[in-house]
Structures are given as structure tokens and as C-alpha cells.
């Protein structure tokens, strides 16, 4: 298994570091003396065929028994060791290796994430991978996609309940205008069966999407442009600001504003967008392609 991890790492273009560093853990962890083969098992079962996250509460018990090893470094080298049984789940299902691995590469994104706000190799968002090693969630170029039932009552020629894609947007370098136009076109094709008359609905609920905070940024940006693509049929606002390590690379303090990086261009005009007392959020925007 730690032959087979090792080359995920380097397929994955993990950092050396951090793939030793997981290379190691699982090995403590998997090492017949520490008594959790049985507790993996049931993990990987629950990850691959379970309905809900109980999975997680079994991670949580096994980490609670292993403090020397931080939770966010188990939990992504428990995710690397189920990767040739999805790996095989791929070929069975006749999708196609390149699909996989620009699947798989969320991990690295994740990783480098982890590595930047906590600062230590692993995942702290293992619960996103529930979707993804059951087949729900696909990579196709820049962006990810899964099915998802249109949420709003009527809106763009859709209703409540009609067949969308919800489109994610992994951290893994900037939303050019020709890599979000070759994802669009790619999964167009991969989701033949997702239309609403002719066109390709594609819903996407993000930070990217709030207006006060898509009005921050830069214009004639990648976001900026990204988020002008969609039509805003809902928001939500966050006073608790839970997105906005994704830009500070850091948790939000509401007591140590002033502490925020500054930077980026970005980076300035947010904070004092929160120093101001106002809050992040959510859009929620449809797009026909």
C-alpha cells in the first residue's frame, strides 16, 4: 500500500514533504500493532456505500485514539489509501483516466489549503469527499460538477426540481476565461443527460457569486468575469464570514480584523470591506451554456 501511496503523490504532484509525511502516518497507522485495520475497513466502507458522513465518526474515533498523528494528516492518508478501490470503481464504470485524475486532483488543493491555514499536511474538509469517491461529483477541466435538482421555485426557464449541474470550484489556479469555456464546453458532453430545452444548466452557490463581495473584485478580473457569467437568482449572508480563509488563508477573527494580510489587491479592499462591519456570503446563480 505505501508503494501504491507513493505514486499517487507523484502523480498528484504532491509536494515531496508532504508525501512522505502521509507515507509515514499511514504506515503507523496501518501497521497491524496499532489495532485499526478493522476501523479503516469499516471507514472505507462507509466512505464508498454510505448514505450519509459516518464515516467521519469513525475517523474521529480512531484519531482520538491517535493523538500523535494530526487529524487533518490521518484523515487525507486515509483518503489516499482508498484510492486504487476508486480507481477500479472508475474503470468498472467505464470512465474515462482523465476524469479521474483531474478528479483526484482536488486532493492536492485541498492539501496545499490545509498546509497554508493550518499548517500541516492533510485535509480539514474530508467531509466534501463523500460526493467524490461516490461518483456523484466529476473534475472536467477547470471546474467540478455534480447533478443536482434546481432549488429555486421558478427562475432563466427552470423550475423547481428540473435536472442541473451544481458546479464547484477547486483552488487549483485561476478561472481563466478559456479554461472555464473548455470545462463548460467538456461537461456539456460528460452530462448529455442534464438539459433544459437545448442549453446546459449549471447552478453554482458561492462566495464568488455575493455581490457586495463579487463588487470588490478587480475589474476585468478572472472572478470578476466568472462571476458575471451567472445569473443571481438567491443570497445568503454569512455574518460569521466561514469563507473567508479562502482569501486570507486564515479563520476569521471578528476580534483581530486588523490582523488580516493585506497583501493583494483583494486582500486589502475585503478586509476593509469587514473592518467596515459588513459580512460575506453566498450567491447563488444559474448559467445556460
Aim: aromatic share 12%.
Amino acid at each position: 500500500m505505501i508503494d501504491s501511496m507513493n505514486l499517487f503523490c507523484e502523480r498528484l504532484q504532491f509536494p515531496q514533504s508532504a508525501g512522505e509525511t502521509l507515507c509515514a502516518a499511514w504506515a503507523a497507522l496501518s501497521d497491524p500493532a496499532a489495532g485499526e485495520r478493522e476501523a479503516f475497513q469499516t471507514c472505507a466502507d462507509e466512505l464508498f456505500n454510505g448514505k450519509g458522513n459516518t464515516f467521519l465518526d469513525v475517523l474521529a474515533g480512531i484519531a482520538a485514539r491517535r493523538p500523535d498523528i494530526p487529524r487533518e494528516t490521518l484523515d487525507m492518508a486515509f483518503l489516499l489509501s482508498c484510492l486504487p478501490e476508486l480507481q477500479e470503481r472508475y474503470r468498472r464504470a467505464s470512465l474515462p483516466a482523465d476524469v479521474f485524475w483531474e478528479t483526484m486532483a482536488d486532493l492536492r488543493c485541498k492539501l496545499t489549503e490545509c498546509r497554508r491555514v493550518r499548517g500541516v499536511w492533510g485535509t480539514f474538509v474530508t467531509d466534501w469527499y463523500a460526493s467524490i469517491f461516490r461518483m456523484k461529483c466529476f473534475a472536467v477541466g477547470r471546474l467540478e460538477y455534480e447533478r443536482r435538482a434546481f432549488p429555486a421555485e421558478s427562475f432563466g426557464g427552470l423550475k423547481k426540481g428540473d435536472l442541473t449541474c451544481a458546479c464547484h470550484i477547486p483552488s487549483s489556479g485561476p478561472l481563466t476565461d478559456a479554461a472555464v469555456d473548455d470545462s463548460l464546453r467538456r461537461a456539456r458532453a460528460f452530462y448529455a443527460d442534464v438539459r433544459v430545452g437545448d442549453a446546459f444548466p449549471v447552478i453554482c452557490h458561492s462566495w464568488l457569486l455575493y455581490p457586495p463581495v463579487a463588487a470588490l473584485f478587480p475589474k476585468d478580473s478572472n472572478m470578476a468575469r466568472f462571476a458575471a457569467r451567472f445569473r443571481i437568482f438567491d443570497v445568503d449572508a454569512d455574518p460569521r464570514n466561514k469563507d473567508a480563509w479562502r482569501v486570507f488563508d486564515r479563520p476569521f477573527d471578528p476580534e483581530n480584523i486588523g490582523a488580516l494580510p493585506e497583501d493583494t489587491s483583494l486582500r486589502r479592499a475585503l478586509k476593509q470591506y469587514l473592518s467596515e462591519g459588513n459580512c460575506m456570503g453566498n450567491g447563488y446563480g444559474l448559467i445556460l451554456a
